[in-house]
């Protein structure tokens, strides 16, 4: 078998090629093994089309390689062709194991494999830099499996001596060509009219396993050159509009005083499994009380997966449905309309809070793109003396101090209040060590523990202040946070978030059971209550809006409906399926929404 792989170019590219094959393969089942409670079905036949993944993945990443490796050479340059050759087949094989090595890690926080975007962010973030020691510690074993990979993959490489081509052969110009060909036919995944890409996941498993069906050199290969959404034209523009029209008109409530102040918490992966006042399992005892007194969405879900998705989703009602965030994407300078924008035309002013470094994931250059009159950070609050060490300033200091500053804001004002101490590496202060209420199989827990007596404080403090009694207050979850239960990963808990609407005089309405809502209808909402008279732009709608739409979040270019006490609709454009009157119907509204989506982004068409 040696003898025959050191005669037969061939075999002995594929030889060198099987060991890359092997080990996509031993991430996967890293990925499985470390996440196995988000692929509680995940079976052989996944693997199969896993390692169909594999293979275009290999294709595509080592073309340059398999032709170098082809290329008919006099046995002169043969010496040089094999270093090269070395050289090209470690940097792809780092490349493709790096990627699919960070995802192991990172999937638990997203759920979602990595964008090129995205990957870039990550890289170039201040905040990676800062929690980089921590990751290193905590999967210590994922760098040592990493460099154990690389030597296997280097030592097998070598051990499969390179074969030489003999450049006077005829037939090795036409294995050369065929191999190429061959090669770029697997790595486009057929001869069908478009390349394999992100989406054809779904068509061989379910939307839950598909993340682990790829793998993430593949997702970010695919999204280097991404130039954006498509535009769709599912219908004429007055079918469309029938559907479904994002410039809409406030519907003033009149239940609350003109001019009514606004804070806005926004609490970091504050999900439902963890929070409410109807979770006997809750870690957040003194917010449930006051959600139990609010106009209290129970069966809300968050639009998005992360904290850089969420803010322009609950500001700006503008989701994240597409292979990269808003924030990060082109689309960033278009014209669009904002909870601050369109209050500040009302006379309002306006405040970000946010105890991050600044810079932190963009925020606060959004915030000013978004017309927030101040942002108030880590070098604001000037006080490194509660810095945490990872992220920010600690909640139990950062959010009482905001209302210092809402004291010295023009009135009426709007304030954003993002909360951080929630997300990863899950640090307590240690007078708090004691107090917090904590589970050995979410570390998160203590810190939603945490950050509620960090409310509390905030909220006590809050109700002493004269402009208290005049102030709404919103409560939402920017997403659901990682969990290592079981009986927590299922579609429905991945993105079910508590949002409620709070005022002092108890006269907002009590919400019925089992009724929707999403991040994206705060801002119509809000609207509506503060008796705002105007016409605006998103792609939700008003809670007091007879017309209901579809809520809908995005995954690998899959849009799903949740509908309360229902499965979730799953919908795009290669399923071939014989759906019910009333599925049909709710499709159309969803591709409506998401025609209007990719063609007003596109066209930078996001104001009235």
Not at 257 to 276: A, C, I, Q, W
Not at 360 to 382: K, Q, V, W
Not at 449 to 459: C, E, G, I, R, T
Request: proline share 5%.
């Amino acid at each position: 078998m040696k003898s025959l792989f050191q005669k037969n170019t061939i075999l002995n590219l594929l030889a060198k090629l099987s060991i890359v094959l092997f080990f996509l393969e031993v991430y996967r089942i890293l990925l499985l093994l470390t996440n196995s409670r988000s692929f509680p079905n995940f079976g052989f036949f996944e693997h199969i089309v896993g390692i169909w993944f594999d293979i275009i993945t290999v294709a595509l990443y080592y073309l340059p390689f398999i032709a170098l490796t082809l290329l008919p050479l006099p046995r002169a340059v043969e010496k040089i062709r094999s270093i090269v050759l070395l050289i090209v087949f470690s940097l792809t094989s780092f490349l493709v194991y790096v990627f699919n090595a960070m995802d192991v890690a990172y999937f638990a926080y997203v759920n979602k494999r990595s964008s090129y975007n995205y990957l870039i962010h990550i890289l170039t973030n201040e905040d990676t830099t800062a929690l980089a020691g921590d990751f290193f510690i905590e999967f210590w074993w994922l760098v040592v499996l990493f460099v154990l990979s690389m030597i296997a993959t280097i030592f097998g490489y070598l051990k499969i001596k390179t074969v030489a081509v003999d450049f006077k052969k005829i037939k090795n110009y036409f294995v050369l060509l065929l191999s190429v060909y061959v090669t770029v036919i697997i790595g486009r995944g057929g001869y069908q009219l478009k390349p394999v890409n992100i989406i054809d996941s779904t068509n061989y498993s379910s939307i839950e396993n598909a993340p682990a069906v790829l793998n993430s050199a593949f997702t970010i290969l695919k999204t280097f050159d991404y130039e954006g959404v498509e535009k769709k034209e599912y219908f004429t523009e007055s079918e469309l509009n029938s559907y479904f029209n994002p410039i809409q008109v406030t519907r003033p409530q009149h239940i609350l005083n003109d001019s009514t102040n606004v804070v806005f918490v926004l609490f970091e992966s504050f999900g439902s499994m963890y929070v409410g006042p109807n979770n006997p399992e809750s870690y957040s005892p003194y917010l449930d009380s006051i959600l139990a007194q609010s106009m209290y969405f129970e069966e809300a879900i968050a639009n998005c997966r992360t904290s850089m998705d969420a803010i322009p989703t609950v500001v700006s009602s503008i989701p994240t449905w597409m292979n990269e965030s808003f924030i990060l994407s082109s689309y960033s300078s278009n014209q669009f309309q904002s909870i601050p924008s369109i209050l500040k035309d009302k006379g309002y002013s306006s405040a970000f809070y946010h105890g991050c470094t600044n810079g932190s994931m963009r925020f606060d250059a959004f915030a000013s793109a978004a017309g927030f009159d101040d942002y108030f950070g880590r070098t604001e609050y000037n006080n490194e003396k509660h810095f945490d060490g990872n992220w920010g300033i600690w909640d139990h200091h950062f959010m009482p101090w905001t209302l210092d500053q809402m004291d010295e804001a023009k009135k009426p004002f709007f304030s954003l209040i993002f909360t951080l101490s929630s997300h990863h590496p899950y640090t307590i202060p240690k007078e708090f060590s004691d107090k917090v209420k904590r589970n050995p199989k979410d570390p998160i827990c203590g810190t939603i523990s945490y950050v509620d007596l960090a409310f509390k404080a905030f909220w006590e403090k809050a109700q002493t202040k004269k402009w208290f009694k005049n102030t709404i207050f919103i409560f939402c979850a920017d997403h659901v946070g990682p969990t290592k239960r079981n009986d927590r990963v299922s579609l429905n808990h991945s993105y079910r978030i508590p949002i409620a609407f709070y005022h002092p005089s108890g006269k907002l309405p009590q919400i019925p059971k089992n009724t929707g809502f999403q991040q994206i209808d705060i801002l119509p909402t809000l609207l509506d209550l503060l008796n705002v008279k105007t016409k605006y732009y998103a792609f939700g709608t008003s809670y007091f809006n007879p017309r209901k739409q579809p809520k809908i979040v995005y995954s690998q270019e899959n849009l799903i409906c949740f509908r309360p006490e229902e499965e979730p609709l799953i919908w795009n454009d290669c399923i071939q399926k014989k759906w019910n009157k009333e599925d049909q119907l709710v499709i159309r509204q969803m591709k409506a929404i998401y025609q209007h989506y990719t063609t007003d982004l596109i066209e930078n068409r996001m104001v009235p």
